[in-house]
């Protein structure tokens, strides 16, 4: 979706979607009856959005200023800071499924992605520390997923999307402020339709995600999210055209068979006691 409003400012489609999401969530928050204000572990949750507005700006920033295909291959480490960081603090075990689908996954990744530092495709005419913004931000998401896990029990995941959503919408406007980007409206109707679409994407993925780390251990929902850069790259090639490479379906169906991995031991752990 973003890539179909590519014409528009960044800051203003941060903006705008975020505006979007806060009233989407409002609506929310209102016909379910949730309560914003008497919840529980409050500093864990301020602590949890927190992080994930550092972990949405420095993505924003990376896809903005590096190359496709670096800022996610860094970004996508994720699910490897995840483990590390679940271990320390949740004592989740690393089973060796959940090992062997985390290193499949991150190397269907970097087929898909193709980063500079790796394939040697283009010049890498970045300073190093540019690339340390994309690894923060995957660094953020590990902290993010634990922390989740920490307090989805005990707090609404629509509470907690809220929040996302309003810390989404000062990050919006700091942007906007920050970087002195002009604010064009947009009048045609389908860069409007699109950015409601995608402020109810957002929607729909925090609260699923927070759903998710009530039920399921961090590190195996890191590793699924995965599934993302495979969407991605289907979309692309079926929306807009672009070639089907190789190495893209063969990094493509890497990450299918962590993803299914995992799925297939905790089948056999639930119906057949079988830890894998």
């Known amino acids: 979706i973003v890539k ?29 009856g949730v309560s914003v204000t008497d919840f529980p572990m409050k500093k864990l949750v301020a602590i949890r959005v927190a992080f994930g507005s550092v972990a949405y700006v420095c993505k924003v920033w990376s896809f903005q200023v590096l190359r496709l295909g670096d800022a996610s291959a860094l970004g996508f480490t ?10 320390i603090f949740l004592k989740e075990e690393f089973t060796p499924v959940t090992i062997f689908s985390l290193l499949v996954g991150l ?15 283009e010049g890498n005419d970045f300073p190093w520390y540019y690339y340390l913004v994309p690894l923060l931000s995957a660094f953020t998401l590990g902290v993010l997923y634990v922390l989740q896990r ?10 907690i999307s809220f929040y996302i959503a309003v810390a989404q919408l000062i990050a919006g406007v700091a942007w906007h402020v920050i970087s002195g980007e002009e604010f064009p409206i947009p009048l045609c109707y389908l860069p409007r339709i699109l950015l409601v679409l995608c402020a109810f994407c957002l929607l729909v993925v925090w609260v699923a995600m927070n759903l998710a780390l009530k039920y399921e251990k961090a590190a195996s929902a890191s590793i699924v ?13 079926v929306m807009f055209g672009d070639p089907a490479e190789t190495l893209s379906l063969v990094g493509a169906a890497l990450i299918m068979v962590g993803t299914i991995s995992l799925a297939l031991s905790k089948i056999f752990n639930i119906n057949c006691g079988i830890k894998l």
Do not use: E, W
């Open 4 to 32: 179909a409003v590519k014409d528009l400012p960044t800051g203003v489609i941060i903006l705008i979607v975020a505006v979007y999401t806060f009233l989407f969530f409002c609506a929310l928050v209102s016909h379910q």
């Open 78 to 87: 994720s699910p490897l800071f995840t483990c590390i960081i679940a271990r």
């Open 107 to 121: 190397g269907g990744v970097v087929l898909i992605a193709k980063p500079t530092f790796i394939f040697k495709t």
């Open 225 to 237: 999210r995965n599934l993302d850069t495979v969407l991605a790259f289907f979309v692309q090639v």
């Open 150 to 159: 920490k307090i989805a029990s005990r707090v609404n995941s629509i509470t």
